[in-house]
């Protein structure tokens, strides 16, 4: 369980969330091409070190050292690197001024003192995480390090419940009630009041990423005489899909007082139905319909929403654009 208090503290106030909403007014291009550059480049570099100081370890650890290398705390060096980049298409981009980025955000509420504002204005800049696109699914930024730094968490909880439990099926539910506690408690309701099933999704697919790494996935680790290597090329898009988007996979919001100051459940209902007249338009329905013709639920969405039903997890539909759109 050390890994888990660097995850669930590290960067405690910031965890980022995102407004998918606000993408819909300028929809990034797409980045996967960029993205998947980098990946590969960190990956490598993960491989090298590997090869270098721990030569003799197994696939499994080498692949748990791959994510590893991304970072295990919130807010990687890489998502810092995306935020600042200028090279990257992405919603909110870096010039528009914080006034003009977050005035229509689903978060924000009318208050009565310019000064409260000044400061709900600040918190918004410091969570709210840019969205972008990779393959026509449009994902916070702050997936990127659910997928590396929780995936890693996932992948060490499974590797450590394997020797408990008689199942693998019972090895991975573990893993994800690790991702459950963070956004019941910590990370989603005490820090910023969001508890976001699309972070759970990401989570998920990095874990997959570390099993398909010693599994002959479509990225797999293979011996040489130099060391591990990696065989074939690490693409995102096999692991990105529209669980991750928020306003597809909505989140549960409380209306209790957070960390941020800034309760969600009753702003983000108010302000969802200004966003009908654009969900309604040709170019929504076009990703939504998109979405629907590629979404194939992972184990994960499957288990969360059995615990849904049993009353176990919030119900996040009354937050669903769909249901909101169509009352």
């Not at 976001?196 to 990401?202: R, Y």
């Amino acid at each position: 369980m050390k890994y888990l208090l660097p995850i669930l503290i590290l960067n405690f106030v910031f965890a980022g969330e995102v407004d998918q909403y606000l993408a819909w007014n300028q929809l990034p291009n797409d980045e996967s091409h960029y993205l998947n550059k980098l990946f590969n480049e960190e990956i490598q570099a993960a491989l090298d070190e590997i090869n270098k100081n721990h030569n003799d370890c197994s696939c499994e650890e080498a692949a748990g050292r791959i994510l590893k290398h991304f970072g295990i705390g919130l807010n990687t060096p890489l998502e810092k690197q995306l935020k600042s980049s200028t090279q990257l298409d992405k919603y909110p981009p870096n010039e528009i001024h914080i006034s003009e980025r977050y005035k229509k955000s689903i978060f924000r509420r009318e208050l009565p003192f310019k000064n409260l504002e000044q400061y709900q204005d600040y918190i918004l800049e410091i969570q709210i995480d840019e969205v972008v696109n990779v393959d026509g699914i449009y994902i916070g930024l702050d997936k990127l390090t659910h997928f590396t730094a929780s995936g890693f968490l996932y992948y060490k909880i499974y590797r450590l419940a394997l020797e408990f439990v008689e199942s693998k099926e019972a090895a991975i539910e573990m893993a994800i009630a690790i991702g459950i506690y963070g956004e019941k408690y910590i990370l989603g309701k005490i820090a910023t009041g969001v508890f976001s099933f699309a972070d759970l999704e990401s989570n998920y697919q990095g874990f997959l990423f570390a099993l398909d790494l010693c599994n002959a996935g479509p990225t797999h680790l293979k011996r040489s005489g130099k060391g591990w290597e990696l065989e074939g090329v690490f693409d995102l898009r096999n692991y990105v899909n529209p669980f991750w988007d928020e306003s597809y996979n909505p989140s549960y919001y409380y209306e209790n007082q957070n960390l941020s100051l800034i309760p969600k459940a009753q702003a983000v209902l108010q302000n969802i139905p200004d966003y009908c007249l654009k969900f309604q338009s040709d170019r929504i329905q076009g990703i939504f319909d998109y979405y629907d013709s590629m979404a194939k639920p992972s184990y994960s969405v499957k288990y969360l929403q059995q615990l849904i039903e049993k009353g176990e997890l919030p119900d996040p539909s009354p937050f669903y654009i769909r249901t909101i759109c169509e009352e």
